[in-house]
């Protein structure tokens, strides 16, 4: 079965929350979610990620990028831009934009941010920047989906999202609908294009 890397950063579970629901969203459309996430920077001991997390999902390794045909890529935001231990793991990847092994896959991105004007927007389309380089496909939300006119928490044509103030209550219905659509656009358009090859 087609698989899609859902690789995500989170410290409180927001980020981790749209994930599951992003995760969802690809198995309706018929595709495995492989779910991982990278160790906070003060974890890193090299180059190389040694440790493994102590619960959840494993930590991300290259060959979970080069294995899976999509990538669904999410970040809290911070200052309006994606977690440095994300954006680390990225700055990895300079061998597989040498040899153009990410081009033509699809990608999406989704962000958490405590505040509703906190920079989702900043963080989604700057998170698109480095995959834009790799030579990938930038799969929004369209507003066929109608949460996205009703929504009055997150959920951008840029991509899923939470507002989750300063303690969370949980993704609002809205943004569960909007993350589970994003995973299954991702995992339609996944399927097309390889139909296609
Ligand atoms: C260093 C730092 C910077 C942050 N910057 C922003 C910000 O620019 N805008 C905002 O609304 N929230 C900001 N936040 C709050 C987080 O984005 C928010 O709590 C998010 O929901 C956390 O996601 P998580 O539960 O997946 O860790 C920041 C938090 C930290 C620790």
């Given at each position: 079965m087609t698989e899609i890397l859902v690789l995500y950063y989170s410290r409180h579970g927001s980020t981790e929350a749209l994930a599951r629901h992003i995760a969802k969203g690809i198995e309706k459309g018929h595709c495995q979610a492989r779910i991982r996430t990278v160790p906070p920077?003060?974890?890193?001991?090299?180059?190389?990620?040694?440790h493994v997390p102590e619960d959840g999902p494993p930590f991300v390794a290259k060959k979970d990028l080069h294995e899976c045909a999509a990538l669904a890529l999410g970040s809290p935001t911070r200052f309006g831009n994606m977690a440095a231990p994300l954006k680390h793991f990225l700055d990895s990847t300079s061998d597989e934009w040498l040899k153009g092994q990410l081009i033509d896959k699809p990608f999406s991105v989704f962000t958490s941010s405590a505040?509703?004007?906190?920079g989702q927007e900043t963080t989604l389309l700057t998170m698109a920047i480095p995959l834009l380089h790799q030579g990938m496909i930038y799969c929004g939300l369209p507003y066929s989906e109608s949460a996205l006119h009703d929504t009055t928490t997150g959920g951008t044509p840029y991509g899923a999202s939470h507002?989750?103030?300063?303690?969370?209550s949980g993704l609002s219905d809205h943004e569960k609908t909007l993350a589970i659509a994003q995973g299954l656009r991702l995992a339609r358009i996944t399927l097309k294009l390889e139909d296609n090859q």
């Open positions: 920077l003060r974890d890193y001991q090299s180059a190389e990620i040694q505040s509703m004007h906190g507002v989750s103030g300063h303690q969370s």
